[in-house]
T-cell receptor, first 118, second 111 residues
Framework: DSGVTQTPKHLITATGQRVTLRCSPR?????VYWYQQSLDQGLQFLIQ???????AKGNILERFSAQQFPDLHSELNLSSLELGDSALYFC?????????????????FGPGTRLTVL | EDKVVQSPLSLVVHEGDTVTLNCSYE??????LLWYKQEKKAPTFLFML????IEKKSGRLSSILDKKELFSILNITATQTGDSAVYLC???????????FGGGTRLMVKP
């Protein structure tokens, strides 16, 4: 158990809908990262937040957004869902010194949310 | 754009065998390389490598980095069925904390 929690574990929804995935980082970790894992694309970085502020963006679609709250939990919002959005969505956290910029701290992954869009 | 390539894509061995998994990378301003093991769900952290030639070891697993040739290997000795998993290699550059992952090596260890 990494100490990172994610809810829900599974989510089944229809095309065009909007969902929210939730993540609580390990105690003391200020940085949260979201990754998408699909069969054809592998594990891909979406976005990073550090202490409530966006720090880095990867291949995140405009239909997706995220935020980190004062208690450091984070939510990933996916809207106008398409079949191709079906994937495992992971949250990871790290201590992330240096203001959330590059550091030597490893990232610890949560159990993931499996999203199925029908 | 950073790139990570892992080989082989998959591997089937028998218990007791030794395996070597490969990871090559192209990174602008390399900072570190990380290995993760992914079984059913979340990737679990194995090693982080930052310096060439220094072996990291944990039980039957070990890893080493070659920053000149831009690759890393992960060795597993005396494999067990519990080692069956996808092994992921990822790199981090100096621009940020995001990880760029390779496609993984799927290892199956048969009894």
């Amino acid at each position: 158990d990494s100490g990172v929690t994610q809810t829900p574990k599974h989510l089944i929804t229809a095309t065009g809908q909007r969902v929210t995935l939730r993540c609580s980082p390990r105690s003391g970790d200020l940085s949260v990262y979201w990754y998408q894992q699909s069969l054809d694309q592998g594990l891909q970085f979406l976005i990073q937040y550090y202490n409530g502020e966006e720090r880095a963006k990867g291949n995140i679609l405009e239909r997706f957004s995220a935020q980190q709250f004062p208690d450091l939990h984070s939510e990933l919002n996916l809207s106008s869902l398409e079949l191709g959005d079906s994937a495992l969505y992971f949250c990871a956290s790290s201590v992330a010194t240096s203001g959330g910029y590059s550091s030597y701290n490893e990232q610890f992954f949560g159990p993931g949310t499996r999203l199925t869009v029908l | 754009e950073d790139k990570v390539v892992q080989s082989p894509l998959s591997l089937v061995v028998h218990e007791g065998d030794t395996v070597t998994l490969n990871c090559s990378y192209e990174v602008t301003n390399f900072r570190s390389l990380l290995w993760y093991k992914q079984e059913k769900k979340a990737p679990t952290f194995l090693f982080m490598l930052t310096s060439s030639g220094i072996e990291k070891k944990s039980g039957r697993l070990s890893s080493i980095l070659d920053k000149k040739e831009l690759f890393s290997i992960l060795n597993i000795t005396a494999t067990q069925t519990g080692d069956s998993a996808v092994y992921l290699c990822a790199v981090k550059n100096n621009a940020g904390n995001m990880l760029t992952f390779g496609g993984g090596t799927r290892l199956m260890v048969k009894p």
